[in-house]
């Protein structure tokens, strides 16, 4: 098939949009000018996205089956040899191949990208077997292991064309359900770098991921309590943004993050780890608790553990109560 018979779904001005779908076209897109991408899938390519590569670049979707450790090594071995493996499957699935990440793609520093759908709640009714609420904990603690969490579909694509860029091992979570596109076109993309959403003074909510829209639409509630909510979007966690971090705590007076993950180890961690450090300002985390999950549709499991947009401000609203309180 020629590449002007290869047309691929737009994603801008869609009002929301499936970031594992979002992967999946641009992927393809990048593919068109790029013959050293690869793309592996362990036979869930209907649900990662990757289906469109599947469909645009046959010759260059390996099909691993369900075998993801070998899956894992296999794209090691192939970027080795200069191709730029993109290995796609459910974020709980991409843990049973956390030795190899650790030591087939970290410790040799080989060019891998790991693509992981349906991280934390989003994947719903499957219940806790399926739910990965630790996967940001596992692999930022991996030595050299980037670690992304885009917030939209635009940004997800945008994403996806900057680890095509670079070169080494990184980890990014995509997601399973349709979430609004925070922008309007695809932002610019630097690894590294987080942004303010929304400007404020007296508190700043830090989020990744589905849970930034939540917090811009938490900060609205706090605005109406008249409290002054910066909101900064943090899409990588590692290596995460040192500068923008210490520069909110020094200029508001707490810090509450607010992730799709458990509160140990990922953003809430990697920004106490920073903060700590540097700073005054006191942090405190929005985030599922040191429990397992439960079985229900997304959106009803984000207000049972305090993730959806309410949950996210009444914790910040006492998360900021008690600090006046306390003087």
Request: glycine fraction near 10%; include cysteine; aromatic fraction near 4%.
């Amino acid at each position: 098939m020629s590449a002007e018979a290869k047309t691929n779904p737009t994603l801008v001005g869609q009002q929301s949009d499936s970031l594992r779908e979002a992967f999946g076209i641009a992927i393809s897109q990048v593919a068109e000018s790029d013959n050293a991408i690869v793309v592996l899938d362990a036979d869930v390519a209907g649900g990662t996205g990757a289906h469109h590569f599947r469909s645009q670049h046959p010759e260059r979707f390996i099909q691993c089956g369900i075998a993801e450790q070998n899956m894992i090594s296999s794209a090691a071995g192939m970027a080795h040899h200069g191709l730029k493996p993109f290995v796609t499957t459910f974020a709980v699935f991409m843990l049973r191949a956390l030795e190899q990440a650790r030591l087939s793609v970290a410790y040799s520093g080989a060019n891998v990208k790991l693509i992981a759908s349906h991280p934390g709640l989003d994947v719903g009714p499957d219940g806790a077997s399926a739910q990965c609420l630790e996967d940001l904990a596992c692999m930022r603690a991996i030595p050299g292991m980037v670690v992304l969490s885009p917030c939209d579909a635009l940004e997800v694509a945008a994403a996806t064309r900057a680890l095509a860029d670079y070169t080494g091992p990184a980890y990014m979570r995509t997601g399973r359900s349709p979430s609004p596109n925070i922008h309007s076109a695809e932002p610019d993309f630097v690894i590294g770098k987080g942004r303010v959403m929304k400007d404020g003074q007296d508190l700043t909510l830090v989020a990744c991921g589905v849970m930034t829209h939540r917090a811009l639409v938490a900060a609205e509630q706090l605005s109406q309590q008249g409290v002054s909510a910066r909101v900064i979007h943090m899409p990588t966690v590692k290596p995460i943004d040192r500068d923008l971090l210490l520069k909110a705590a020094r200029e508001t007076r707490l810090i509450v993050t607010c992730e799709d993950h458990s509160v140990m180890g990922g953003l809430g961690s990697a920004v106490a780890e920073v903060v700590s450090e540097r700073a005054e300002a006191p942090v405190r985390r929005v985030g599922v608790g040191d429990v397992i999950g439960g079985s229900g549709e997304p959106d009803q499991l984000a207000r049972y553990y305090g993730l959806d947009a309410s949950g996210v401000y009444e914790q910040t609203m006492t998360f900021f109560q008690e600090l006046d309180a306390n003087g």
